[in-house]
């Protein structure tokens, strides 16, 4: 077989096969998927015209069409029956319309020039928002085991993508999500599309280690970031920006942070890519934090215990890590902010993006909640739509840049990981004069 799964340790780096379905290594370690084989930058071509897809639902995915760099089910790619048996996609639609735009109103208000600056909407995607990227194949590789069931902890997108991949895979979805916490945007999806909430009295991160619990049983499956199959779908969000760009790479790739999935996918695509020899740059990843969800901002940049937290050539300060989680539990803090998609303590990916930002050399910050609303805001007056928690990415950007972390010169994109599902939020910012971009109701 070509791939297999490795623990992310690497002082232990034991194997298992792909069909594996315990993410967690005997260690307790997460698990990466690997290739043995480097694929051939040609490929690039390939991708490129698939995007006249020919007829073909697996051309037209934006995740699919680039099936080859994320072959684990290792079906001939250019088989079309193969891929219609193995491949799971809403009819083609999942990262069809994602890349990446100038938004000159958003460039204006970071202070960066309109050209230097993209953002790239994934909010578009079938069920609003990256989700959908990574659930496609986590739900391929359930497929390939023959799951009964996919289970999931929810701040609410991860629901809405894994119950609309679910009715269409015909398959059951239970969703455990902290009660009371969820925007009703998100929540109605999940319902309507019919999976079976479990309330839990707590935060996203209790939740999390009740639905890790549940799917240990027979014919479960868990489709949080921790499945290293999702990691593998949300390569393809760098890849369609990069392809955009020709492969020209840019000085930084700007995400929110949360569960750091998206953060650990971005560097595994990009270590992957730089061995592959397919780009010669390393761009920097800068995650932003929100202040009330800080615990990678306060761990990487030394805030807890005067000491920063890194990767460290894979052997990090996991007893740092503990101690912090501890003091959160003894000292009753929970993470507390307004945009809920990121309303995370405990990121369950926290090494995978240690990983991530020592191979890219990135950088970690926080904003506060009106500058998030005032980031998702200005984003709107460009004619896009994204939630409170992707404003995290113009604001930190700004911070960043007034920090001369970000420089003047400097190429940025950034990630706009959700479409706004919370109507009441935009009302209630404009109804407030204070408030920067607010365009009060006349009477
Ligand atoms: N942005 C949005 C819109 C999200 O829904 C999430 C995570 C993030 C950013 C953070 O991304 O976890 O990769 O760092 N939402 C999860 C959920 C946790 O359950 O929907 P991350």
Redesign the pocket.
Known sequence: MNSYLKCVNQKCGKEYPILSTDFKCSCGNLLDVKYKNSPSSNLKEVFYKRRNPEGSIFNESGVWRFRELLNFCEIDTEDLEQCSKNLVSLDGSEGRQSKPYHMSKVASFVGIDNERLMLQPE?YNPSG???DNGMSAAVTHAKMVNAKKII??????????AGMFAANENMECDVYIPEGEISPG?LSQAYQFGTQMIHVKGT?DDAFVKSLNASKESGSYTV??INPFRIEG?KTIPYRALEFLNWEVPDWIV???????????CGKCIMELYEWGWIKKIPRIA?INAEGANTLDVLYNGKFEDTELRWNKGDPNVELIDQYYSKMNDDGIRPQTKAT??Q?GK?A?LLKGLRALEFTDGVVTSVTDNEMLDGMSIVGLNGFDC?M??GAVPAGVKKLMGEEIIKKDDTVIGIL??RQKEPLLPIEYHNNISNKFARPPKE
């Not at 999931?152 to 993508?161: E, I, L, M």
């Open positions: 909010g928002s990256f989700k999931c902890a929810s701040t609410g997108n991860t629901s809405a993508s998100k996203f949080n970031s949300q995400y929110p942070g949360g569960a750091l999935g998206n953060t650990s996918s995650v998609a990121i995370i990121p990916n939630e928690a992707s990981t959700g």
